[in-house]
């Protein structure tokens, strides 16, 4: 949709910030294609730069390049064959889960500190030792019930978690740590199929098979099962 977006409006030549494009491109994509996404696809599609990535903060949508600093070391997709459609899957229902436990996170936030809900924030606190997922638990048990209670944990684990390997990897790329890049891309994968359960067995399978290969430091995988 932001490729499609630019080479309309480039023939209408209408300029149109960067702004513009990627919230022009997530509207198509719930209003068309009927997919409740969020916006880190299409800021990373208008805003990508070679041998960079980009750090988005979704709270307020500020972005930052970050360099990829290793001239050895290089990003390989492999296709798996697998076929989904995300508005006819558990996708929309998932999403809306997500956005459910992300205001009871900011509700449990501004309790514990009386301060706006920031990610930074919240993850220096959570490895700080001032949250725990256990006092998460206890103040979640007070707001849904005890049958939505252990699928709600679990994707609370995985944001939260999501969160801080998101600092951890930037942390690691400033410091040129290529093997604690990988072992923080791996472990993102097992979040994303025990806790978060948006995998697949054949995405399974690959990244199985690639951890056994010398020379692979990490693997994951790249949008969701379904």
């Given amino acids: 949709f932001v490729a499609i977006s630019r080479l309309v409006f480039s023939m209408t030549r209408q300029e149109n910030t960067d702004s513009f494009y990627y919230h022009f491109a997530q509207k198509l994509e719930h209003e068309i294609a009927h997919v409740p996404c969020g916006i880190m696809d299409q800021m990373a599609s208008v805003l990508g730069k070679e041998n960079h990535l980009v750090l ?3 709270d307020n949508k500020e972005f930052q390049l970050v360099k990829w600093p ?3 070391a290089e990003f390989v997709l492999f296709d798996s064959k697998v076929r989904h459609e995300l508005q006819n899957s558990a996708y929309p229902r998932l999403a809306q889960k997500a956005k459910e436990m992300l205001v009871f996170l900011q ?3 501004d309790i514990q500190t009386n301060k706006i809900f920031s990610w930074e924030d919240f993850c220096n606190n959570f490895i ?3 949250n725990s997922l256990d006092s998460i638990a206890n103040y979640l048990k007070e707001k849904i019930s005890e049958i939505e209670f252990a699928e709600y944990m679990r994707i609370a684990k995985h944001i ?3 969160n801080i390997r998101v600092f951890q990897t930037v942390l690691a790329l ?3 740590n290529i093997l604690q890049v990988g072992r923080i891309v791996s472990a ?3 979040s994303l199929k025990n806790d978060y359960q948006v995998s697949h067995w054949v995405c399974d399978a690959i990244v199985d098979i690639l951890s056994d290969l010398e020379g692979v430091y990490g693997s994951r995988i790249v949008g969701a099962g379904f």
Avoid: M
Wanted: aromatic share 14%; charged share 25%.
């Fill in 56 to 58: 988005i903060s979704c």
């Fill in 107 to 109: 509700d449990y936030h």
């Fill in 174 to 176: 400033t410091n040129e």
């Fill in 160 to 162: 939260i978690f999501e």
């Fill in 70 to 72: 290793f001239d050895n």
């Fill in 128 to 130: 700080q030792n001032q």
């Fill in 188 to 190: 993102s994968h097992r």
